[in-house]
Structures are given as structure tokens and as C-alpha cells.
């Protein structure tokens, strides 16, 4: 079952406020990424790789982070 592998994090309000003004072109993209970042996450699962290109951590799209825990 997924939830055996992923943690789910609630999104500070302070997150919300510094990515306001962070320069990333998707606001939704860049609160993701910050979660992220403050929650040691070890990589981004999601639809769209090409908007996480400035990422620092890995990101992967569903199918490529399934293959991985296989």
C-alpha cells in the first residue's frame, strides 16, 4: 500500500508566505518544493518533471518512483 512508503506533511503558512514571492513560475510547484526541502524529503512525485527543473532534490513521475521501490 502506498501509505507503507509515503509520509503526507501539512504546509506551514509560512511556506505559503515566502513562496509567494519566491520567483517560481507556478505557485502550487513552488510551496511543493519548499515542503519539501523543509521536510528532508527524499525526492518530488508528480505529473510535471519540467516544472521542478530547478530542483535540488530528485524528482520522479508516478511510474518512475514505483519502479524504484520494486
Known amino acids: 500500500m502506498i501509505a507503507d512508503f509515503v509520509d503526507v506533511v501539512d504546509l506551514c503558512g509560512q511556506n505559503v ?19 519539501a526541502i523543509d521536510e528532508h524529503a527524499d525526492c518530488i512525485v508528480t505529473r510535471k518533471k519540467k516544472d521542478f527543473i530547478a530542483s535540488t532534490i530528485p524528482v520522479f513521475t508516478a511510474a518512475e518512483f514505483l519502479a524504484t521501490i520494486e
Open 17 to 35: 508566505v515566502d513562496m509567494l514571492g519566491s520567483g517560481w513560475k507556478d505557485y502550487e510547484d513552488a510551496t511543493q518544493y519548499r515542503s
